[in-house]
């Protein structure tokens, strides 16, 4: 009888571990596209510092209408001219940096498209944005 006992506890636990990881799994939302609900100053403060952490960029200049009708934004670096206004290290190749809006679990989140870092967003609000 102990052996038996043995034996089924072998296999009944960890299956309930694989059952209530998979339980906790589905109950987290998956990401998805959002755009913006709330706009206005400290928004764009919020959105600017963001991207500032999530880029390298010293500044950002954002206006009102980003991330309110699409959940992508794509920023490249102010090109420096000398004063002809040729670029000061002729051309530039760097490419623009994209990140999105992302909603999950009620929060807003800001994506960095490329290196996959995120920022949660504390006074942006977002909705789901639409297929």
């Not at 506890?9 to 939302?29: D, E, H, N």
């Not at 994209?98 to 920022?119: A, P, T, Y």
Request: proline fraction near 4%.
């Amino acid at each position: 009888m102990a052996k038996f006992m043995k034996s089924v506890y072998q296999r009944v636990i960890p299956l309930s571990v694989v059952v209530l990881s998979a339980c906790q799994m589905s109950a987290a939302q998956t990401a998805k596209p959002a755009v913006l609900v709330n706009s206005g100053a400290p928004v764009l403060q919020e959105l600017s510092q963001a991207i500032v952490a999530l880029s390298g960029f010293a500044t950002v200049t954002l206006s009102e209408s980003d991330l309110t009708q699409s959940s992508e934004l794509v920023i490249e670096r102010k090109h420096q001219r000398d004063g002809n206004g040729e670029l000061l290290q002729g051309r530039d190749l760097e490419m623009p940096q994209r990140f999105q809006l992302l909603l999950q679990d009620g929060q807003c989140w800001l994506q960095h498209v490329d290196s996959g870092k995120r920022h949660l967003l504390k006074v942006a609000r977002c909705k789901q944005a639409l297929p």
